[in-house]
C-alpha cells in the first residue's frame, strides 16, 4: 500500500512578508509536477528569480485545491501577471519579487499551481508524479514520470479536483472576491523585460 501522507504545509515569499499555508495535503488532493514549458521558466526569469526556481531545466509546482489554501499576513502584496493572452494568471509576492502560483483567469474550473521553491519543507510534499513539457530535455535529464500514462494519471486527477469544487467549494479561493473577481488587477508587462525573461 502507497504511504498516505497528509499534512498542512507552509509556504511563504523570499522576504516572508506573504505566508500562508495549503491544509490536508495528500497524494490524492495535490498533484506535485516538474514543468519545462517556455511559460513558466519565463514567469521566473521575468522576476529576477530563475535560479530559485528552476532546478535542472524545470521548475515543481504543487498543483492543489483553492479551498485548502489560507494566508496567514501579506495578502496586500499579492499581484499577478500575464504572459499571453489566454495563459493563466501568474501570482507573485510584490514585495519582493517572489513567484509564487499560478491560477486561472476565473474561479471555475478551480485550479491553482504553487512553486514547490516557496515550502519550507518540501519533503512533506507529495513525490513529483508528472513531468510536463519535457520534449525538448535529453532523455537523462527527464524526471521520470513522463509520457502518456502519466498525463492520463494527472488529467484524470484535475477531473477529480473539479468535482470536488461542485457544487460551491470553488468559490472559496483566496485569489478571487465573493463575485469571482481577481483580487489585484493584472500588472502589465514590461515588453523589454519579457523578451528577455523568454531568452533567459
Ligand atoms: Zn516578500
Ligand atoms: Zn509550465
Given at each position: 500500500m502507497e504511504a498516505q501522507m497528509s499534512g498542512t504545509v507552509q509556504f511563504s515569499c523570499k522576504c516572508g512578508k506573504v505566508s500562508g499555508r495549503v491544509a490536508d495535503v495528500t497524494a490524492k488532493n495535490s498533484v506535485r509536477l516538474a514543468c519545462s514549458c517556455k511559460h513558466c521558466r519565463a514567469f521566473a526569469a521575468y522576476l529576477g528569480d530563475a535560479e530559485r526556481s528552476f532546478q535542472n531545466d524545470y521548475v515543481q509546482l504543487m498543483q492543489t485545491q483553492p479551498w485548502m489554501i489560507s494566508f496567514e499576513s501579506g495578502?496586500?502584496?499579492?499581484?499577478?501577471?500575464?504572459?499571453?493572452?489566454?495563459?493563466?494568471?501568474?501570482?507573485?509576492?510584490?514585495?519582493?519579487?517572489?513567484?509564487?502560483?499560478?491560477?486561472?483567469?476565473?474561479?471555475?474550473?478551480?485550479?491553482?499551481?504553487?512553486?514547490?521553491?516557496?515550502?519550507?519543507?518540501?519533503?512533506?510534499?507529495?513525490?513529483?508524479?508528472?513531468?510536463?513539457?519535457?520534449?525538448?530535455?535529453?532523455?537523462?535529464?527527464?524526471v521520470a514520470p513522463s509520457g502518456s500514462s502519466a498525463f492520463r494519471k494527472f488529467v484524470l486527477q484535475f477531473l477529480w479536483r473539479v468535482v470536488q469544487g461542485l457544487p460551491f467549494r470553488f468559490r472559496q479561493n483566496p485569489f478571487f472576491d465573493e463575485k469571482g473577481v481577481a483580487i489585484s488587477d493584472t500588472v502589465p508587462l514590461d515588453p523589454l523585460r519579457k523578451s528577455a525573461a523568454y531568452q533567459a
Open positions: 495578502k496586500e502584496y499579492l499581484r499577478n501577471l500575464r504572459l499571453t493572452a489566454k495563459g493563466p494568471l501568474r501570482w507573485y509576492a510584490s514585495c519582493c519579487d517572489t513567484p509564487l502560483c499560478n491560477t486561472l483567469p476565473r474561479r471555475f474550473p478551480p485550479f491553482v499551481s504553487i512553486l514547490v521553491a516557496n515550502f519550507a519543507r518540501q519533503d512533506d510534499l507529495p513525490p513529483v508524479t508528472f513531468h510536463a513539457f519535457c520534449d525538448h530535455l535529453p532523455e537523462d535529464q527527464r
